[in-house]
């Protein structure tokens, strides 16, 4: 099926499709806002169970935070994703560094997602870690997968920022075999 499309691509019967013009990036005034209620988007939008990771970048001290909005992107180039709050005070070491690495948390690994969670702690305090082979971003120890990573872009998206990595290298974490952690309705569960 997919040669067929690619044939009749190249046949040149197929109608001739422009790009739509690049919409501009601009700041969302308040009466444009949706009439949705942010206590109902949330309970609503908590019925989707994600996975949840811990984004690091090295630093003096390294910079870390829990994201829950985490996603894959892109094969060919490897790219990943993860939105981040603007007003993040973690985000702006990570930006610096211009690099990070996805910590997949296991089951396991709740009470560790809340202490990076947490602003203005010392995150890193007891946790174990090592650095990412290609960027040096700490490599969190008992986890499912890390993937270590370049910013490739940023893009705004509302009160978040959409941040785009360069896959640089990945693999299993020593949590292997653990279930994931997710977040499902506002708490943790086993996958």
Not at 19 to 43: Q, S, T, Y
Not at 49 to 63: D, E, Q, Y
Request: aromatic content about 6%; overall charge neutral.
């Amino acid at each position: 099926m997919a040669e067929a499309a690619v044939r009749y691509l190249r046949s040149g019967k197929a109608l001739s499709v422009e790009a739509l013009p690049r919409p501009e990036l601009r700041c969302v005034r308040e009466d444009e806002r949706a009439p949705v209620d942010p206590a109902g988007f949330r309970r609503v939008l908590g019925e989707f169970a994600t996975g949840v990771t811990v984004i690091t970048a090295p630093g003096t001290p390294p910079a870390g935070f829990a994201c829950q909005s985490f996603s894959a992107l892109s094969l060919d180039p490897p790219l990943v994703a993860f939105m981040v709050g603007r007003t993040s005070t973690t985000w702006p070491r990570i930006a610096q560094a211009g690099v990070f690495c996805v910590n997949v948390l296991s089951a396991q690994q709740g009470e560790l997602c809340r202490a990076f969670a947490v602003s203005g702690a010392d995150k890193f305090a007891g946790v174990a870690h090592d650095p990412a082979p290609a960027s040096g971003s700490p490599r969190l120890t008992g986890t499912l997968a890390w993937i270590d990573c370049t910013i490739h872009a940023v893009h705004t998206g509302g009160d978040h920022l959409i941040v785009v990595g360069r896959v640089d290298a990945l693999g299993p974490g020593d949590g292997d075999g653990e279930p994931p952690l997710l977040f499902h309705k506002g708490r943790f569960l086993q996958g």
